[in-house]
Nanobody
């Protein structure tokens, strides 16, 4: 079992950048494919980005392609989400998630059902 703790959220102006971090503990981090999701008030949880156990390949939701970058450091048990060119519509609670079922080291999960463990979330607010 793995525990996930997100950090790095906050308030930023439109056009700005933030980097979210998700620290994992409790199990071998490199066993897990990782992902980021977000949920705005009144909306369903949305896939943002995913990364394989090995770090390549990655996958992105259509709304963030070209602006967000997911990466991982298996030595630090951490996955990151670099968010650039932020827009007010990016405002949401961002969740980190771990998928323990991807035995293929290059497989990436992109649906909620594929993920087994979730963090508590970190708020990102983008002002116009």
């Amino acid at each position: 079992q793995v525990q996930l703790v997100e950090s790095g959220g906050g308030l930023v102006q439109a056009g700005g950048s933030l980097r979210l971090s998700c620290a994992a503990s409790g199990d071998t981090f490199s066993r897990y494919a990782m992902g980021w999701f977000r949920q705005a008030p009144g909306e369903e949880r949305e896939f943002v980005a995913g990364i394989s156990r090995s770090g390549i390949p990655t996958k992105y939701g259509n709304s963030v392609k070209g602006r967000f970058t997911i990466s991982r450091d298996n030595a630090k048990n951490t996955v990151y989400l670099q968010m650039d060119s932020l827009k007010p519509e990016d405002t949401a609670v961002y969740y980190c998630a771990a998928d323990m079922k991807k035995f293929n080291p290059i497989a990436v999960a992109s649906t909620i059902a594929e993920y087994d463990y979730w963090g508590q979330g970190t708020q990102v607010t983008v002002s116009s």
